[in-house]
């Protein structure tokens, strides 16, 4: 175990004091949160501000390892995916998505869920960064979530990492 000098992010004077830019290392958080999940299949699965530490010379430092996840190669690339189809507004792709994310069975019909994806899709994407916020999208996402017959293990984790956050 090393000991890293640095403050944590939720010490916003004392980052400023340093001459770094908050909104310059929650990008960096973002892209290893990314490359964690995406790249490697193993991440901090508590990435909250007191658990991350930015250094003088600007660089992010992870703290508190206590919650660690894997996700193996299939579910990977069903994320990258998932993403894709949402950034083209491919609803019925996303939904379909569900059942390699295995958060739905294959013997569930996807297609009365793409009108709920559409809608809070759309709303979100149409939104400008102002205009959301984080109970907002837990809300919509959470009634298409409930409305559907997604799997309870799926759910009961969105809702532990909801709050969490």
Same mark, same amino acid.
């Given at each position: 175990? /090393? ?8 010490? $916003? ?32 699965? /508590? ?26 190669? $299939? ?33 569930? /019909? ?7 994806? =559409? ?15 984080? =109970?907002?999208?837990? /809300? ?26």
């Amino acid at each position: 175990m /090393d000991w890293i000098d640095g403050v944590k992010l939720n010490e $916003q004077e004392a980052i400023k004091r340093q001459g770094l830019k908050l909104i310059d290392l929650v990008n960096i958080g973002i892209q290893c949160s990314l490359r964690q999940l995406l790249e490697h299949g193993y991440f901090h699965a /508590d990435p909250h501000p007191g658990n991350l530490l930015a250094t003088a010379d600007g660089k992010l430092a992870f703290l508190d390892f206590g919650m660690m996840s894997e996700t193996p190669q $299939q579910a990977r690339f069903a994320i990258i995916g998932h993403v894709v189809h949402m950034v083209n507004r491919d609803y019925e792709a996303m939904a379909r998505d569900y059942y390699a994310l295995d958060f739905l069975s294959p013997d569930i /019909d996807v297609s009365p869920i793409v009108p709920a994806l =559409k809608g809070f899709f759309d709303n979100a994407l149409n939104s400008t960064v102002s205009e959301l916020n984080f =109970k907002t999208i837990v /809300d919509g996402l959470g009634a298409v979530l409930y409305e559907y017959p997604f799997d309870g293990e799926f759910l009961m984790s969105m809702l532990i990492d909801c709050g969490t956050a």
